[in-house]
């Protein structure tokens, strides 16, 4: 069993969320707050954007938006601050930020300086999981990570996932280069399993490092705004037979055009010693690459994940998510996935199933 590398802890990076304005006093623009996840954060980006922190204490206690209107142009009480009024004038001409853009900080009138947390991949709680070829006997070609004895396992459990990400270096060559990091944690619990006690089946970690650059070219319509590149190891935590875990180099390149976004992202697994090794063919199932699609459409959000092997013949292999986000109420909304083929979870790397999940969506791509 390979211990996994899995030290990038929730705690670590909650201690790494420290305000925008205290690593980057000078947001160029007020629509960049509206990418930050946590309140506090983007209440301070809104105040050091507009000026606020920057007036008397006691005028900082006036609310503006109770302000009395000026009557005359004169009339100075219900004036309205300079600074948000420019502000204001300001994100009315400017066009929206595109989704890669407010999620990657890559325009410079996005930036928003280091430590920052933020989603990555989607942040969701599926009550039902279902898949009618649950896997109950995971197998490796490596003999010590094969289950002999069939396990007993419900094809209907829940599953929920918690994905950020936090930039730790703005500016890695001057004004280009960003480097990020990225927490990902998946699990499948086996929760309507009363005669198994309720375990956990599954759990995978995935922690990342990105350097992420901004670029401006066009192919084909379509505009190329992100190339980064990055590592990344993914593992499950278990013992042997049930041990599973991989490392890669991945490369991210993101297109845009309107409501569409497009990241490619192939990758070249790290070789491993073959005694070590608990799947080594991992990547004729699980792939070396894959395309993410992202379409927004009247509040909702539509996504589709393509990977494959890129080989031929008997490890041909590959698999597709489709997900959908959509509007229910408040900050709450729904969520929709459907996959077919290999590699669901680590453990299911070399399973062929079809898997459906009902839920609810806290954070959506990217």
């Known amino acids: 069993m390979k211990s996994p590398v899995v030290a990038l802890p929730l705690t670590l990076l909650a201690s790494l969320a420290t305000p925008a304005y205290a690593q980057n006093p000078n947001p160029l623009d007020i629509r960049a707050c509206t990418a930050i996840e946590t309140d506090s954060q983007r209440l301070a980006c809104y105040d050091q954007a507009t000026g606020r922190v920057n007036l008397p204490v006691a005028q900082k206690r006036v609310d503006e938006t109770t302000a009395t209107p000026a009557i005359f142009p004169d009339d100075k009480k219900g004036e309205i601050p300079k600074t948000v009024a420019a502000a204001e004038h300001n994100n009315e001409v400017s066009a929206p930020l595109s989704l890669l853009d407010s999620r990657w900080e890559l325009s ?36 010590n990570n094969t289950v002999a004895i069939p396990q007993n396992l419900d094809n209907i459990e829940a599953k929920f996932q918690l994905s950020l990400k936090t930039k730790l270096w703005q500016g890695v060559f001057g004004d280009t280069g960003d480097l990020w990091v990225g927490y990902t944690q998946s699990s499948r619990w086996q929760v309507y399993n009363k005669e198994e006690s309720r375990p956990f089946r599954e759990t995978n970690y995935e922690p990342e490092a990105m350097l992420v650059f901004n670029t ?18 993914q593992s499950n935590g278990r013992s042997d037979p049930l041990s599973r875990s991989w490392n890669r180099v991945v490369a991210d390149i993101g297109f845009e055009r309107d409501n569409w976004t497009v990241m490619l992202r192939p990758w070249w697994r790290i070789p491993e010693s073959a005694s070590y090794d608990n799947n080594p063919d991992i990547s004729d199932y699980m792939g070396r690459g894959d395309m993410q699609i992202v379409h927004e459409w009247n509040g909702q959000e539509f996504g589709l994940m393509l990977r494959h092997s890129l080989r031929g013949g008997d490890r041909s292999h590959g698999a597709a998510q489709f997900t959908w986000s959509f509007p229910v109420g408040g900050n709450v909304r729904g969520y929709l996935e459907v996959f077919k083929g290999y590699g669901e979870s680590l453990i299911d790397y070399n399973h062929n199933a ?7 969506s806290l954070l959506d791509w990217y």
């Open 354 to 360: 079809t898997y459906v999940g009902l839920g609810i």
């Open 108 to 143: 410079p009138e996005s930036k928003l300086g280091t430590f920052n947390l933020r989603g990555y991949k989607p942040t969701f709680v599926l009550p039902f999981f279902a898949t009618s070829n649950q896997n109950n006997t995971p197998s490796s070609p490596n003999p």
């Open 216 to 233: 401006n070219y066009e192919v084909l319509g379509w505009d190329g705004r992100l190339l980064g590149i990055g590592v990344t190891h």
